[in-house]
C-alpha cells in the first residue's frame, strides 16, 4: 500500500526540514524563521536547557539571570546549583531529618521504601548511619557513636557514664596536685632570685673600714689634751714629763 510509504515520506522530510532550520537559529530561539522564543524553562542553543527558577526571571538565550526567583531545591548564580545536604525546599531553607540518601533536594525525606527499623535503600538491606536509626533512619542519637545502635538509638549508657565521670575526676585530681607542685617550684625559684639579688647588693655596697693604726704615746696624749680642755693643766704636766 503506496499510503503508508508517503506518510513515512513526508514526516522525514518536515523532521529533515525542521533540523536544517533550527540548528541555525541564535540562542534562546526556534521556528521557520527563528522567530519563536524558547519556551519556559528552557533557554538557550536549540531551546535544550532548563531553567531552575520561575519563569518571571527566566531569560529564554541566557536562562535565570539573578539568584532570585530560584526553582525548589535550587541556588547559587543564575541557579544553577541543587541545595546541599541536609538542605532543600524554597531556597533551600529546610532540614532533612534523614540521611543524605534519602534527601531530595526538593521534596525533603523520601520514605516511600517500607524497611525495617534501622534500615533502608532499594532493598531495605543498608543499616542507618551514625548519627541516625531507626524507623527509615530519621531519628537521630545524642550519644556516641559505640552507645548508638543503628536499631533502637543509644543503648544504656549509665555504667560508661560511671566509667567517663570516674576518669574524669582522677584526671581532675592529677592536674591539681600538678599544679600545686608548679606553683611551689614556681615560688622557690623567685624566692631563691630574691636572696641571690639581696647578696650581691649587699657586696657591692660593702666599704671596708680601715684600721687606723694606734698613735704613739706622746702623740696620743697631745690629741687626748686638745679634746679634752678641762685636763689641760695635767696634760702640760704630762707632757713636760715625757719630754724629761
Not at 23 to 38: E, H, K, L, S
Not at 119 to 147: A, F, M, Q, R, V
Request: charged share 20%.
Amino acid at each position: 500500500m503506496p499510503y503508508p510509504d508517503t506518510l513515512i515520506m513526508i514526516f522525514v522530510e518536515l523532521f529533515i526540514f525542521f533540523i536544517q532550520h533550527s540548528n541555525g537559529c541564535p540562542d534562546g530561539f526556534y521556528g521557520v524563521d527563528c522567530a519563536i522564543p524558547c519556551r519556559y524553562p528552557s533557554f538557550g542553543l536549540g531551546c535544550q536547557q532548563s531553567c531552575n527558577c520561575t519563569e518571571k526571571f527566566c531569560n529564554p538565550v541566557e536562562g535565570c539571570r539573578t539568584t532570585e526567583g530560584c526553582s525548589i531545591g535550587f541556588f547559587g548564580e543564575k541557579c544553577r546549583d541543587q541545595c546541599r545536604y541536609p538542605n532543600y525546599g524554597v531556597q533551600c531553607q529546610s532540614l532533612c531529618a534523614c540521611e543524605s540518601q534519602l534527601c531530595n533536594h526538593i521534596s525533603g525525606c523520601n520514605f516511600s521504601t517500607v524497611c525495617e527499623d534501622g534500615y533502608y535503600g532499594s532493598l531495605c538491606t543498608t543499616p542507618c548511619k551514625y548519627p541516625w536509626y531507626g524507623n527509615n533512619c530519621k531519628h537521630k542519637c545524642k550519644c556516641t557513636l559505640i552507645n548508638c545502635n543503628h536499631t533502637n538509638g543509644c543503648l544504656d549508657t549509665s555504667e560508661n557514664e560511671d566509667e567517663v565521670a570516674e576518669t574524669f575526676e582522677n584526671a581532675a585530681i592529677i592536674g591539681s596536685c600538678s599544679l600545686f607542685i608548679l606553683i611551689t617550684i614556681f615560688f622557690i625559684i623567685i624566692i631563691r632570685k630574691y636572696m641571690s639579688s639581696k647578696k650581691q647588693v649587699k657586696k657591692h655596697n660593702y666599704t671596708p673600714t680601715l684600721i687606723t693604726p694606734f698613735p704613739e704615746h706622746a702623740n696620743y696624749d697631745k690629741v687626748f689634751c686638745q679634746k679634752e680642755q678641762v685636763y689641760l693643766e695635767i696634760c702640760e704636766n704630762t707632757h713636760n714629763t715625757h719630754r724629761a
